[in-house]
């Protein structure tokens, strides 16, 4: 009997720990959503009415798919030599994107704050070559909030697509060209479909991860540029709004694991070692 | 796989890798900066923001209660994902298949929606100290690294060997500590270095958790750079940069850096 119920002690703990503090407070989080007395999808007709919200939610959507396609298309690019140069090279690039990644999403976005600031390093320099005769106001526009985050997620795509694009055997790039591939055919028609899979899944990191951020978009955003996260904290916090809150929080709940759903099908479909 | 790089390929990932470091070095410079607003190049040379650090108590505090969390968070983690990845791995046929998907559950659930229940339900709810809140959403943080990074080391793990070493007389506990922990090392290793970088960084888990008293470095800094603009926060991110050098010798010391790339 003792020997029946091994696996399920062992795996008891963590299963309890994520059911009692994610599963359960998360689920009440959702569920107040649709318990209102107005009626049960009352808190989305509000958040869906207030002109605000909805910019808010096609601000988040928009800044997250710009971040996705400039980190993907970056991303790919740099992975793609990282997984060609030999050697010595290769570690200091490695080096390059691991430093940031592992370095806190504070002291990243603090970083565009000095370059971005009225008397940061990019106004000197414009005003010193006299590119301009004022300093610009880059903060707290959608461009600076969208290059913070390319930077912020370029160093998490190079490392997940490095693995894939080493991982193609160079046996079939080299049968591609002998068969009469030109250096693009190869591109397109092998390293593209081959490396599909973990494009996606670098893919869906990226837009999750701007989709739900908060430090970046509060530090470089501000009031002008709210984001679903930010917006979920003034609700919570400021506004002391919490039907409001859970509402946003369910919106980027439900958003996410559309998502995430969606792509890992996608992924798999396409997969070429599977299929 | 190697074919001929185009030499625009290479300058143009030489400038992407540039931008990627660059950024960090501004802000060393800026550290050091002898002026009372943030600048680059730095004016002239001084330390006096890095004592500046310590004589701010909350830097200090929330320092410590970011280790805090950080070490006892991940050893939790440790502690109840270990069994649970042995216990996937090792009976495989006698747990459910959607037993996995419970513990990505952390990492697909926004971290700040996480946060912002724990705050409802567990800190006002269950009227838990802020202190307690705080490292049960850290220790769900990094939970998935527990479990997963560790599962990735058992499943190619053999378990034959264990079988061989229980019947010939050998404990189960004692041949998991003797016998199949010694072979998972650098997994346990990894799982630790990542989930302890996550946990020392997190921002969107802490944001609800923090109230009066107690509060995480990284939030202080928000704080702080909310109302100053000074070099202080220069001098932090320095330290914290250091923080990362040291975490990346000991991956690189341990698993090799490009550990991080699979």
């Known amino acids: 009997m003792v020997k029946r119920l091994t696996p399920w002690l062992l795996a008891a703990p963590a299963t309890l720990l994520v059911l009692a503090f994610l599963i359960l407070p998360v689920g009440s989080t959702l569920a107040t959503t649709f318990l209102e007395p107005k009626g049960w999808i009352a808190p989305y007709v509000t958040f869906f009415n207030s002109g605000v919200r909805r910019t808010v939610l096609y601000r988040t959507i928009e800044i997250s798919v710009i971040t996705t396609v400039l980190s993907v298309i970056i991303g790919f690019i740099a992975a793609y030599v990282v997984a060609h140069v030999p050697g010595r090279l290769k570690s200091i690039m490695i080096i390059a994107a691991v430093f940031p990644l592992l370095t806190g999403v504070v002291v990243r976005s603090f970083a565009w704050l000095i370059l971005l600031g009225k008397n940061g ?22 461009g ?46 092998v390293i593209l479909p081959l490396a599909m899979p973990g494009l996606i899944v670098g893919a869906v990191l990226v837009f999750t991860g701007s989709f739900t951020s908060y430090a970046t ?28 809150a859970s509402t946003v929080a ?26 | 796989m190697t074919t001929k790089l185009h030499p625009l390929l290479i300058v143009f990932a030489a400038v992407i890798f540039a931008i990627l470091v660059a950024p960090l070095f ?3 410079g800026a550290a050091v900066s002898d002026t009372s607003f ?33 070490v006892t968070g991940t050893f939790l983690a440790l502690l109840i994902g270990i069994p649970a990845a042995y216990a996937m791995n090792r009976f495989r046929i006698r747990l459910p298949s959607w037993l ?54 058992l499943a190619s793990f053999d378990f034959s060997i264990e079988e061989a070493a229980i019947s010939l007389g050998c404990p189960p506990l004692k041949t998991f500590f ?7 090392g650098a997994g346990v290793v990894a799982a630790f270095i990542l989930a302890f970088i996550t946990s020392i960084n997190d921002v969107s888990t802490s944001l609800f958790l923090t109230g009066p008293g107690v509060s995480t470095l990284p939030i202080q800094i928000i704080a702080h750079m909310e109302q100053f603009f000074d070099p202080t926060i220069a001098s932090v991110s320095v330290l914290l940069m250091i923080l990362t050098v040291g975490v990346m010798a000991i991956v690189e010391a341990t698993l090799g850096l490009t550990f991080l790339t699979k």
């Open chain 1, 250 to 275: 369910a919106i980027m709940v439900v958003v996410t694991f559309v998502i995430v759903f969606l792509m890992t099908r996608l992924a798999r479909r396409l997969n070429p070692m599977v299929a």
């Open chain 1, 217 to 244: 978009p509060q530090l470089l955003g501000g009031e002008k540029q709210m984001m679903m996260g930010t917006l979920l904290y003034q609700r919570a916090m400021v506004t002391f709004d919490w039907v409001g």
């Open chain 2, 178 to 184: 003797t016998v199949v922990l010694p072979n998972i």
């Open chain 2, 26 to 28: 501004i802000i060393l």
């Open chain 1, 144 to 189: 600076a909030v969208i290059a913070a985050m390319v930077y912020l997620f370029v160093p998490l795509m190079i490392l997940t697509l490095a693995g894939v694009l080493e991982g193609i055997p160079k046996d079939v790039l080299e049968a591609a060209t002998s068969l009469g591939a030109t250096p693009f055919g190869v591109f397109r028609q």
């Open chain 2, 38 to 70: 943030l600048t680059f190049p730095p004016q002239g040379f001084t330390m006096r923001w890095f004592t500046n650090i310590f004589d701010i108590t909350a830097f200090r505090t929330t320092a410590i209660t970011s280790l805090q969390v950080a």
């Open chain 2, 100 to 153: 996995s998907n419970v513990f990505v559950l952390p990492i697909l659930v926004p971290e700040i929606v996480l946060g912002f229940s724990l705050v409802k339900s567990i800190t006002i709810g269950l009227e838990l100290p802020v202190f307690a809140t705080l490292l049960i959403g850290h220790t769900l943080l990094v939970l998935p690294y527990a479990v997963r990074v560790v599962g990735a080391s």
């Open chain 1, 121 to 142: 390093i990019l106004n000197s320099a414009l005003l010193g070559l006299g590119l301009i005769s004022q300093p610009l106001s880059m903060l707290y526009t959608e």
